[in-house]
């Protein structure tokens, strides 16, 4: 099942948390890789643009599912 235009999430560190969209996916030495359109990341966060490993990212839709409980 595609990931592209799901909303996700990543916390870095204990400073930021960034929501974006999954825009591009692959698979690099075994791990599903996503390239993820951060909404206005801070300009600090090198890595705000790179590829991100699915299994570090949450997802948005299941913060909203728990939310609703």
């Known amino acids: 099942m595609s990931k592209i235009n799901r909303r ?25 890789m996503v390239k993820v359109e951060w909404r206005l990341p801070p300009s600090n966060i ?14 948005v839709d299941a913060l909203l599912r728990e939310a609703n409980k």
């Not at 948390?17 to 791990?31: C, D, P, Q, R, S």
Request: net charge negative; charged share 25%; proline share 0%.
């Open 8 to 32: 996700v999430w990543k916390a870095i560190g204990h400073n930021y948390i960034l929501f974006g969209t999954v825009v591009e996916e692959a698979k690099k030495n075994g791990w599903f």
């Open 46 to 59: 090198a890595m705000a643009d790179e590829w991100q490993r699915i299994a570090d990212l949450g997802c």
